[in-house]
């Protein structure tokens, strides 16, 4: 009988001690453990590919064409300095190309226009300089932008200009229409844009859709919210909404939306949580991150 205690006992302390030390090894490997970055957005734009710099220094360097196919006509004289007098060649001018969901999410760019949802035929951001001076758009120029199509042409789309804050994309605001050129014609296999500015500039329409909207509401046990990008991307619509806290802006009850989730720990290692799925009233997400790469986050973002 004393034997067979002393085995019972044996048997409870090996059980007991397997299972404090199963219990250390999960706790130590799961993502609790982890320390998350307060700002995985920062990492997400030195992903994103950088702009493109290119030097006029004569009218036979005109036009200035990006990799993705964007037209830029940008004489000197349309250009003016700190102290109001024209520009000369040679000038430098730098053009980011953004048409792809992915070039938009590494931007951290929304297609929202006071909070109303875009859909977007593409964006740029073009910035000059003359000796490193930065230069503006004169009032009366000829500067244009060609647009590539990257679907069917679209005759209600409209130009819109970028506004910063802190460095940060945050709204759209619609081009004036009252001038005697608009400020967008459609053309075959494009638009071509009369822009009155440089900078963020955007050829979008308002979402105009029938059906009722609603917010969504996302959630993370761990880490919190704040430390997680969020990005809704509408496929149908082409919108684009990054994710301001717990709660998405209005969006159309039945559409279709894919959802990306990012985050990153002090160590650079990656995680991130997607969903495709169809918009419904009320609608609560929980976000429950993985491991991955910031490799396969490349691959994935490239099949949106």
Sequence with gaps: MKNLLLLAL????????CSKDRGIFLKNSGIKEKKFTEAPGEKLKEAATPPEKKTIASDDDLPIVGKQGTELWLEPEDLLLPDGTRATYPI????LEVYKPKDMILNRISTLSFRRMLSTAGQVNITASKDGKPLTLSKNNSTSINFPATSKVDHEMALFYGVEENGSLNNWVGADTTTKTPPLLPSRDGYSAFPSQLG???VDKFINSVEPITAITFQSEYPTIDKIEIYLYFPDLKSVMRIYGDKSGLVPIGSKVKLIAISITDKDEWYSFSLETTVQDKQKIDIKLAPTTKEDLMKYLDTL
């Design 92 to 95: 430098q001018v730098e053009i």
């Design 200 to 202: 963020w500039i955007n």
């Design 10 to 17: 044996s048997i409870l302390l090996f059980a007991l001690a």
